[in-house]
């Protein structure tokens, strides 16, 4: 779909997103704030199974239930697999997300196949999956007169279909007014991603790894970085975006501070494979790795470009080579689409490629027969097992691959409910928790719950949980204990308890 290299941050590479916790809400003014015309301006210019012998059945009900949206930010279809809302399909002429996956992710059909031809076309299709009544949930076509939705002046980002459920819901509304209003922007910079100004260029680190404790130290060895975000914000393609969003260009201050959490979005899968190495003390700079990315999906794959993980070489400067192989069902066709190497990873270089299918079937056609070589670390992005039983059932066989072939293993969540109730599907498989915590490059953007907007919002990869085999293994106490790591493997009691306190 048009509108953006990938829904960023994370998403559906086994599961759908889960609604959060309770972080900090932000504040909100005094009144409900006054309607705006859903699009103001007039129309502008066209510009391998393991060899396991105690497979353990798999919990009956997993504590969390799946929700009903997806990576990118799209109403769940049929049996909460991940698919574009129904407004969305039936605007394409579509029936289901095999569909639009098969056409549109594939390249089968081109832009002006699916009714859009000017960049304003593209903006308004991007929005109409969020024009919905969130009082009453109604559709547009449910209303006597489909354009009568308008959306909050303030946080452009919800929409009432009148006065009336706009007043009975801005009790809840104005709790979360203004973090959606950062929604809402990011949603429509992401275009940036796709068009290659984001992420600027950035610098070999200055400082050693284990010293960027987060976001503000890696921010700090970014020479120019104000040349850099301002040349984005007076670049031609935000100009264009704000020409044709339908929606008033904010201050440049506040496209500064969006391009900032879009950048920390698109990095924080690479920094976040980095701090993995570290975790485990592989040290990519005394031999050629191989990484593979589990339950990789169009979040991954959609326009990724072969350079996208080269932050681990700034990261990491004279690497001996990184391999990248992402492995998912949901692979999406495109440069890193190519096998896996027989040899090691070229020097200094990260190199990207993929395999179409499931893990352990990967590992026995690939891995067993030496097409592909066996990874240092694996690590999944929102794996989702928790979600549902077909889910968590579709995951067992390569969770139980993880854990018997004794693979360091890194898996990210969005939130603490989804770590918690990871954690408890994760035990009760008899797998080795070395720890879990929060994640100092976790995404700082805010990513709203599609058909519930008024909650707190999620960021990906907030948290993430680091497994190793079936038992305790001697050296893994020797792991990084100065990153917020919260280590031991906690008992199913516990887990069942809570696990606030194990968050640093």
Not at 186 to 212: N, Q
Not at 375 to 395: E, K, M
């Amino acid at each position: 779909m048009a509108g953006g290299r990938r829904r960023g941050g994370g998403g559906r590479r086994g599961g759908p997103r889960q609604q959060p916790g309770t972080p900090e809400t932000p504040g909100a003014a005094s009144s409900p704030a006054p309607f705006s015309p859903a699009a103001t301006p007039a129309q502008p210019n066209a510009g391998a199974t393991p060899k396991t012998g105690r497979s353990k059945k798999a919990p009956e009900e997993p504590a969390a239930r799946a929700p009903d949206v997806d990576s990118l930010g799209f109403q769940a279809m049929d049996r909460n697999v991940p698919g574009l809302s129904h407004v969305i399909l039936q605007k394409l002429n579509m029936k289901s997300y095999e569909d639009y996956s098969e056409s549109a992710m594939d390249g089968r059909k081109s832009g002006s196949d699916f009714g859009i031809r000017t960049y304003f076309d593209m903006f308004q299709k991007m929005e109409d999956t969020f024009k919905f009544c969130v009082e009453c949930k109604k559709l547009p076509d449910a209303l006597p007169d489909p354009k009568s939705l308008r959306r909050c002046k303030r946080c452009q980002n919800v929409y009432y279909c009148g006065v009336a459920c706009q007043r009975a819901n801005w009790p809840l509304h104005k709790k979360f007014c203004k973090k959606l209003k950062l929604v809402a922007l990011d949603r429509l910079v992401e275009w940036l991603i796709f068009t290659g100004d984001i992420p600027f260029p950035t610098d070999t680190w200055t400082k050693p790894a284990r010293d960027v404790k987060g976001w503000e130290d890696w921010f700090s060895m970014q020479e120019q970085l104000e040349e850099k975000l301002g040349a984005i914000v007076a670049g031609r393609y935000m100009t264009l975006l704000w020409a044709n969003a339908g929606k008033p260009r904010p201050e440049d201050a506040e496209l500064r501070e969006s391009i900032r959490r879009l950048v920390t979005d698109f990095h924080s899968r690479p920094l976040t494979i980095g701090l993995a190495l570290r975790l485990f003390s592989i040290d990519p700079l005394t031999r050629p790795l191989t990484v593979h990315v589990v339950g990789a999906s169009h979040v991954e794959t959609l326009n990724t470009r072969l350079t996208d993980y080269d932050e681990l070489t700034r990261m990491f400067p004279g690497h001996q080579g990184v391999e990248m192989v992402m492995v998912g069902v949901d692979v999406v066709d495109g440069p890193i689409m190519r096998p896996p190497l027989t040899t090691l990873a070229p020097r200094g270089k990260v190199y990207l490629s993929s395999y179409k299918g499931l893990y352990h079937d990967f590992w026995e056609s690939h891995v067993e027969t030496k097409l592909a070589a066996p990874p240092d670390l694996v690590v999944g992005f929102h794996p989702g097992f928790h979600a549902c039983p077909d889910l968590l059932a579709g995951w067992l066989p390569t969770l139980l691959l993880l854990r018997d072939y004794r693979l360091p293993v890194l898996f990210t969540v969005y939130s603490e409910q989804e770590l918690k109730a990871s954690l408890q599907i994760l035990v009760e498989l008899e797998m080795h928790i070395v720890g879990y915590a929060s994640n100092p490059f976790a995404s700082l953007r805010p990513e709203q719950v599609y058909s519930s907007p008024n909650k707190p919002p999620v960021y990906c990869s907030s948290h993430y949980i680091a497994l190793l085999g079936a038992e305790a293994v001697p050296g893994a106490e020797e792991l990084e204990d100065d990153d917020g790591w919260q280590g031991g493997e906690p008992s199913a009691a516990a887990v069942a308890g809570g696990i606030a306190s194990g968050l640093g």
